[in-house]
């Protein structure tokens, strides 16, 4: 061997050596060993035995469960409004009150065209009693020959004509209050008050839409009056899914955006017929909002209940692979540090967990990382910090 050879021989003996030091030297400051020869470096999990709720999320809006529009029911200037947004308000309460003068004043004319229908029947009636009278005294001199018989029929005649006459001051009187009665509910409407039916619980001023002094006119939206407790949660749901829905069933309800907080909620109507565009019913949720946290126009994500188990084998989502087209998991043998593959049949996924309908049991924790290079019977190196039972 010449001496350059010699040389180059050297040089490669150090890289060598260099290398194996800086290997063990970073093998000892992360604090990691070096797999088996022949092994594959893996981490585990071990399966676990609970109940898990398969949750599908529908993302919805919150609506009110009930919403009236107060308006007039005669037009008028404003001239007060007792209420603003966000104010709570009663049944009955009253929200607004027109200019009411042109009012009373009709209810006053009425009332004087009553009084004067009663001064008329009076007078008529008097008349109608005269006329009778005079009939029974022409009718007696005509029965003894004394009165002719041209003075008995006026007289007849006059008696007939005052009756009528009193039948109709009398219909006047009764024309002139119910005019009256008219005129008085007229001048009610003037005091516009909340109204619902059924419902003792108070609502609130959602919108408001005029100002005092505002001229209206009859049926011109004034204000609208919500029911947030509770609130309707309205989704959209597939054909994949209807048939698992139910009157009563339970969901869960966050704000879109916020996972700190989850609401309960109920399922209260689900739509007989599917939208032919979309292929998806509606469903609406009842919330109870008791603390009032939600309001009508937000939007919320609804997790809804497709299938419960309540002693289901849990798996890490990751520890799942897919080997000659069958999917499962790798098991290890902690006798023999091997890994096994075990065709699995998922019920359903949640999260980060999926359920498994079979197989029953699992002998040995699971391969969550490095299955990728794993084979069914390859030997693995398990990390100690990932074996179950590991201190933490």
């Given at each position: 061997m010449n001496r350059r050879n010699g040389l180059v021989l050297v040089a490669i003996l150090l890289v060598v050596a260099v290398g194996v030091i800086?290997?063990?030297?970073?093998?000892?400051?992360?604090?990691?060993?070096?797999?088996?020869?022949?092994?594959?470096?893996?981490?585990?999990?071990?399966?676990?035995?609970?109940?898990?709720?398969?949750?599908?999320?529908?993302?919805?809006?919150?609506?009110?469960?009930?919403?009236?529009?107060?308006a007039p029911k005669i037009g008028g200037q404003i001239a007060s409004i007792a209420v603003d947004i966000g104010d709570h308000v009663d049944n009955g309460a009253t929200l607004v009150r027109l200019d009411?003068?042109?009012?009373?004043?009709?209810?006053?004319?009425?009332?004087?065209?009553?009084?004067?229908?009663?001064?008329?029947?009076?007078?008529?009636?008097?008349?109608?009693?005269t006329a009778s009278r005079t009939l029974a005294r022409v009718r007696s001199l005509?029965?003894?020959?004394?009165?002719?018989?041209?003075?008995?029929?006026s007289a007849e005649a006059e008696a007939s004509n005052a009756q009528a006459a009193a039948t109709v001051a009398r219909a006047n009187i009764a024309q002139a209050k119910a005019q009256v009665e008219t005129a008085?509910?007229?001048?009610?409407?003037?005091?516009?008050?909340?109204?619902?039916?059924?419902?003792?619980?108070?609502?609130?001023?959602?919108?408001?839409?005029?100002e005092p002094g505002d001229t209206v006119a009859a049926n011109t939206p004034l204000l609208r009056i919500v029911a947030i407790r509770p609130l309707t949660a309205v989704i959209q749901v597939p054909e994949t899914l209807y048939p698992d829905l139910a009157v009563g069933q339970s969901a869960r309800l966050r704000i879109a955006g916020a996972d700190d907080a989850e609401f309960e909620a109920e399922i209260a109507r689900i739509a007989p017929v599917f939208d032919p565009e979309t292929r998806r019913a509606r469903v609406e949720l009842t919330v109870p909002n008791d603390d009032g946290r939600l309001a009508p126009g937000m939007f919320v994500q609804v997790g809804l209940v497709a299938q419960q188990l309540d002693s289901a084998l849990v798996v890490p989502r990751a520890a799942l692979v897919r080997r000659d087209g069958h999917q499962g998991v790798f098991v290890v043998d902690q006798d023999s540090n091997v890994a096994d593959f075990v065709a699995v049949e998922v019920a359903f996924t949640q999260g980060d967990q999926a359920a498994l309908r079979a197989p029953d049991t699992l002998d040995g924790p699971l391969v969550v990382l490095g299955q990728a290079q794993l084979e069914d019977g390859i030997g693995v190196a398990v990390d100690d910090d990932t074996r179950p039972g590991a201190d933490p």
């Open positions: 800086a290997y063990r030297t970073g093998a000892e400051q992360s604090g990691a060993e070096p797999a088996a020869a022949g092994r594959v470096a893996v981490e585990t999990r071990a399966a676990e035995r609970r109940a898990i709720a398969d949750i599908r999320e529908f993302s919805g809006t919150l609506e009110a469960s009930a919403v009236r529009t107060v009411d003068e042109e009012y009373r004043q009709a209810l006053a004319e009425a009332e004087a065209r009553l009084q004067v229908a009663r001064a008329q029947y009076e007078q008529a009636r008097s008349d109608a009693g005509n029965d003894k020959g004394i009165a002719a018989t041209a003075e008995l029929d008085r509910i007229r001048l009610g409407y003037t005091d516009i008050r909340a109204h619902w039916p059924d419902d003792t619980q108070p609502r609130q001023i959602g919108e408001r839409m005029v």
